[in-house]
């Protein structure tokens, strides 16, 4: 039998607005990559893009050393040495391996225990609206008080209403949530909104926990931004990171965060209770990526391009139906 809190993050009140409870939603969606005679356009990243050769030869050469079977908590000491400075160039901040990173079990387990080492039931946490699907059910089965932010349409694509955030963060938030490239419209956030959160964070004291797993597959000319770089946030941001959608590594179920080190030694407590530590094999995979994947990425975002674009041409060919490409990630927003 279902625990009260369980059956909460079934959110039935959303039934009015999508005919189903986001519980009934998510099963009918049969997320398991199949299709069942769909285009499973969640799934088909690792079929129409493979993960690229390095990433089996580097769990094979992990695997082949009992050794490395058991890491610290929050990952192995020569993993994050390895990968602190790529991060640290793709975020443009300093990066201290020992302090602000810690590795999780992808970005799914990385939401959820950074969400359950920072919110207590009763806060209240404000959420972008449109946002990834489980987010608001992990914020209700940890008993917050969720308060949706919404989308302004601009010339950029959809952006957070930072008017709507300022009033909701002036009765006070524990944390903003949110991801750029936005999951599921595809935007990215401007420098005008990114500098906006930035200040209302400073000014209102509040955390970010921003999902940035799609921030390698921006398309060309558009800039990107990230919210850690921004004066005061390197000290109020926990970023999520990850090659599930730029290198197809979904399956080796790796993740990395990058928060200030009280973050992430509150983040340790909840995976030593939960999973122990990432998969250790397929935590070496971070020491190529970043590095020896440019190329790799580079092909898949022109490739997506090049959907994208084609799909949006026969779309608009629909009486009725307005699209919008997106400036990154997969994803279209009609």
């Known amino acids: 039998m279902e625990s009260r809190r369980l059956r909460a993050t079934h959110l039935p009140e959303r039934a009015g607005l999508i005919g189903s409870s986001v519980r009934e939603a998510d099963l009918s969606l049969r997320l398991d990559g199949a299709g069942h005679g769909l285009l499973d356009t969640t799934h088909f990243d690792t079929v129409r893009f493979p993960p690229p050769d390095w990433a089996l030869e580097a769990f094979s050469l992990a695997a082949g050393d009992g050794e490395l079977a058991y890491t610290a908590y929050r990952g192995s000491d020569e993993v994050r040495r390895a990968c602190a400075r790529p991060v640290s160039e793709l975020l443009g901040v300093d990066v201290d391996p020992g302090r602000d ?76 949530l949110t991801s750029n490239p936005n999951n599921p419209t595809g935007s990215v956030y401007t420098e005008e ?3 906006g959160i ?24 558009v800039p990107f931004f990230h919210l850690a770089a921004q004066p005061g946030m390197a000290e109020r941001t926990v970023t999520m990171l990850g090659g599930s959608k730029t290198e197809s590594l979904s399956g080796y179920r790796i993740g990395v965060v990058v928060a200030p080190p ?3 030694d509150a983040i340790e407590q909840v995976m030593a209770m939960t999973c122990l530590r990432a998969p250790a094999y397929a935590q070496h995979l971070l020491t ?35 699209v919008r490409p997106g400036a990154g990630t997969a994803y279209l927003w009609p």
């Open 101 to 176: 990173l810690v590795l999780t079990a992808g970005t799914q387990s990385g939401l959820f225990t950074t969400l359950s080492a920072l919110v207590d039931d009763g806060d209240t946490v404000a959420l972008a609206d449109p946002e990834y699907l489980f987010v608001e059910r992990m914020l209700r089965f940890l008993g917050a008080r969720v308060v949706r932010v919404g989308m302004v349409d601009g010339p950029d694509g959809p952006q957070l209403d930072l008017d709507a955030l300022d009033e909701v963060a002036g009765n006070g938030i524990r944390l903003l």
């Open 193 to 195: 909104t990114i500098r």
């Open 198 to 221: 930035a200040g209302l964070a400073v000014r209102h004291d509040f955390l970010v926990v921003v999902d940035e797993l799609y921030c390698r597959l921006v398309y060309p000319d």
């Open 262 to 264: 009280e973050v992430v």
């Open 288 to 322: 190529r990526w970043l590095v020896d994947d440019r190329e790799f990425v580079r092909r898949r975002v022109e490739e997506l391009r090049v959907i994208r674009d084609l799909t949006v041409d026969r779309l608009r060919q629909v009486d009725g139906l307005v």
